[in-house]
């Protein structure tokens, strides 16, 4: 029963470390696309254009994402620090 019970915590450590290079790797992923569109932005003269504002929303929204993805990184890591 303990071996099962170790290669079952082998199993768990393995899925949260893919779990947590996923998010690092969607962190990523947010912030290029935070750049993309902040150079768009910037191409646009009429800052009270819609097509400006649709942006800037997009980006609000992105980095909304960003803020909630990095904090469960920090929570995560916070997490794995204590259990080692």
């Known amino acids: 029963m303990q ?16 779990l947590i290079e996923y998010m690092k790797l969607h962190l990523i992923s ?4 935070s750049q ?13 254009s819609d097509e400006y ?3 800037e929303i997009a ?3 992105l ?4 803020i909630a993805t990095a904090h469960l990184l920090s929570v995560a890591d916070d997490i794995l620090k204590e259990t080692h």
Do not use: F, P
């Not at 947010?30 to 696309?33: A, N, R, T």
């Open 36 to 48: 993309k569109l902040q150079s768009e932005m910037n191409l646009i003269e009429d800052m009270n």
């Open 3 to 18: 071996l099962v019970l170790c290669r079952d915590y082998g199993r768990r450590a393995t899925l949260t470390n893919q």
């Open 63 to 66: 980095n909304g994402q960003m």
């Open 53 to 55: 504002w649709d942006l």
């Open 59 to 61: 980006d609000i929204s």
């Open 30 to 33: 947010l912030e290029q696309d």
